[in-house]
């Protein structure tokens, strides 16, 4: 069933208050998310080698447990590593042959910490612990019946939306920045673990950022400081270019205090809190869209790590933002748009149980003028899902 109806709300843009977060790539939290999807991606590929298909899996319970370190200003050591906990369920049999899911879970996860934290060794900073099981048989049976397409394994809502709004621009942007290839060779002292927080009131906005600086490359508190500045300089040149009418207020590493040494700055030997402060978790991360809006709906799935061909914790989720864009870039006269996607276990994935589309339109347009193009645009990319579904499983959308 398909619904295009008004958007009753108002604008984001024409909210008084408007709190929008994103956590970085050496985050937790994003770690876990980023570890388990590409853990999820590479158990795929494995099922396609040697079936030519997708098998039951669902990697998206995972927990980064903090490690302890002994850090101080030129250097430190890992006294004890952090631990990896990779769960839930995967099929580790099949048409007799053994699959080494555990191996390519870790392999995955050991790959994903070479590429994307410079200073974490996944041979000796990290232990691995597999928790995978096989499926309960009704949802491993899923993937035995017939039909070009798979059946829900799951009754799940997801939302998207599009356009961003400035703030979550914003948000999004400096950390992307912060976390770029270009500002981390110019700043190698910086670690990976990004947060930004942002909060729009009026025209105004504030961001509060985190972000660790490397214990190898600061001498002394002084040096501290006189980094901090430095690129703190660099954030507000970054954030010249945001489009907020009103005044902008930059904060960097608040808890900060001159004259405590290691208790009052935030100095890191790794790059990631999860070396001896913040443990992570699957789910606690950003949505799929790369940020936590707290002004617009979420649905409560974590996408990351569950199974690209059945799950619409993850298919729906990463879907109803992509229709959302399709819809605002293909109709003109539209402000903002809300997709809203339910699914029914057992059904196939094309065939949700509802599709709505929420539309905030420009003044002077109507709904039942667009009502046709937007049915269109979600028969289309229904009929589109098996292709879809394995770009999801070449890892081509990102899930956090």
Not at 219 to 232: G, H, N, P, R, V
Request: hydrophobic residues 40%; negative net charge; glycine residues 10%.
């Amino acid at each position: 069933m398909v619904v295009v109806e008004m958007f009753m709300g108002k604008s984001i843009t024409e909210h008084r208050v408007e709190i929008v977060e994103r956590k970085g790539t050496g985050h937790p939290d994003q770690i876990c998310d980023s570890v388990m999807d590409a853990i999820s991606v590479a158990i795929c590929h494995e099922y396609l080698h040697l079936f030519g298909t997708i098998l039951h899996h669902n990697i998206d319970k995972g927990l980064l447990a903090a490690g302890e370190v002994e850090k101080h200003f030129g250097g430190g050591r890992v006294v004890r590593p952090m631990e990896l906990i990779i769960g839930d369920r995967a099929t580790v049999r099949a048409a007799g042959q053994e699959i080494p899911t555990g191996e390519i879970a870790i392999e995955a996860a050991k790959g994903w910490f070479r590429h994307n934290l410079r200073f974490v060794d996944p041979e000796r900073h990290i232990r691995y612990r597999v928790a995978l099981a096989p499926g309960s048989e009704e949802l491993t049976d899923i993937f035995n019946r017939a039909g070009e397409v798979r059946e829900a394994n799951d009754t799940s809502a997801a939302v998207g939306y599009y356009p961003l709004s400035a703030t979550e621009q914003a948000v999004l942007g400096m950390e992307r920045f912060l976390n770029g290839r270009e500002f981390k060779e110019r700043f190698p002292q910086s670690g990976e673990d990004v947060k930004v927080m942002g909060a729009r009131s009026g025209k105004d906005l504030d961001l509060t950022v985190a972000m660790p600086l490397l214990a190898r490359f600061v001498t002394s508190e002084q040096d501290y400081f006189a980094e901090k500045k430095q690129i703190l300089a660099e954030m507000h040149g970054y954030a010249a270019q945001f489009s907020a009418p009103g005044r902008l207020a930059l904060h960097y590493n608040a808890l900060d205090k001159p004259g405590r040494g290691l208790g009052g700055v935030y100095l890191s030997l790794l790059g990631t809190s999860a070396e001896d402060a913040d443990s992570g978790q699957v789910g606690r991360g950003n949505r799929v869209n790369g940020l936590i809006s707290m002004n617009r709906p979420m649905g409560t799935e974590a996408a990351a790590g569950k199974n690209p061909v059945s799950h619409v914790g993850k298919i729906y989720n990463v879907l109803s933002h992509k229709m959302a864009r399709d819809i605002y870039e293909s109709i003109e006269g539209i402000k903002e748009v809300y997709v809203f996607l339910l699914s029914r276990i057992g059904a196939p994935v094309d065939r949700p149980q509802l599709a709505t589309a929420q539309l905030l339109l420009e003044k002077g347009r109507r709904i039942n003028e667009i009502y046709g193009k937007v049915e269109a645009i979600f028969e289309r990319e229904f009929a589109a899902i098996n292709g879809f579904c394995a770009a999801l499983a070449r890892g081509e959308y990102p899930v956090c």
